[in-house]
């Protein structure tokens, strides 16, 4: 069933300022930017809102470039962009990976890094990858700036602390130390929706990220601190047993994903020995 488009109303901001004033004067504003959630919903007859905000004009929001330590990302910059960076690429491959399986060209060519964030799926490819790199969002409302770990930024499933007024407006991803290790389990390589989805780091400190394991991505911190505290990697996988909290949808099985998520931290413990 598709949704009629006449009851909509679309704003467009040239400014960031007047992006945010658009979102705290007008309550229940839709930002957009690649679309390619919003136009699937819309496809199947949800209703996401009936006022939009395109986002598209912001090209300050579309750089990636570094300030400092810090890798930062432009929360319009699109999957295809993250490939071609030469800054991604240096220093955060894990992601170049994630940005490759994300649907076909043409979505890679639309969809954009906030996007992604905003949508909160917990099949999110990107998600694993900033959750291991303990990435910081940054976030802009009507009182400035302000940062929150990535960690923190989901409270439930398709819930974050992002207030109506604020935008996401970057990823700030500080240095990865260590081997970095990215995969994702689905019907096909590309375009299709994970059934999981892992990053992982192994350097001093082993950090693990799952998606489609429990309603948002997740640190796996108990099976971390199991092999970080030198415990064998069946160890690790009975913690993780502990961790996780699939489903079954028609996507996939509770049982397959558990089976899954598992040969994949044992995958990844081989492959960065």
């Known amino acids: 069933m598709r949704t009629a488009t006449a009851p909509f109303t679309l704003r467009r901001a040239r400014t960031l300022d007047a992006a945010l004033k658009i979102l705290h004067e007008e309550p229940g504003t839709v930002p957009l930017a ?6 699937v919903a819309l496809e199947f007859g949800g209703t996401p809102g009936s006022r939009y905000l395109d986002l598209t004009r912001l090209s300050a929001l ?6 400092g330590e810090k890798l ?3 929360a319009l910059a699109t999957y295809t962009e993250l490939q071609k960076s030469r800054f991604v690429r240096a220093r955060l491959p894990m992601l170049v990976e994630a940005a490759r399986l994300v649907g076909g060209v043409q979505i890679q ?20 990858v900033f959750a291991v790199a303990d990435a910081d969002v940054v976030l802009a409302g009507p009182d400035g700036e302000r940062r929150v770990p990535f960690n923190a930024f989901y409270t439930g499933y398709r819930k974050s602390v992002r207030r109506p007024d604020e935008l996401i407006v970057a990823v700030e991803v500080p240095p990865v130390i260590g081997k970095q290790w990215f995969r994702k389990v689905g019907t096909r390589a590309a375009q299709a929706i994970s059934k999981v989805v892992f990053a992982g780091v192994r350097g001093l400190e082993t950090r693990l990220a799952l998606g489609s394991v429990a309603p948002t991505v997740v640190r796996l ?5 199991v092999l970080n505290g030198g415990g064998s990697i069946d160890e690790a996988l009975r913690a993780l047993a502990d961790e996780i909290q699939p489903i079954d949808d028609l996507r996939s099985t509770a049982a ?6 598992a040969n994949l931290v044992r995958q990844f413990w081989s492959a960065t020995a």
Do not use: F, Q, W
């Open 256 to 261: 397959y994903r558990r089976g899954v998520a």
């Open 62 to 67: 579309k750089r990636i470039t570094t300030s």
């Open 109 to 128: 060519n639309m969809g954009t890094v906030g996007g992604n964030l905003a949508n909160g799926s917990p099949a999110g490819d990107t998600l694993p």
């Open 221 to 225: 911190p108990n099976t971390e601190m």
């Open 34 to 39: 690649g679309c390619t959630d919003v136009y």
């Open 72 to 74: 930062v990302i432009g």
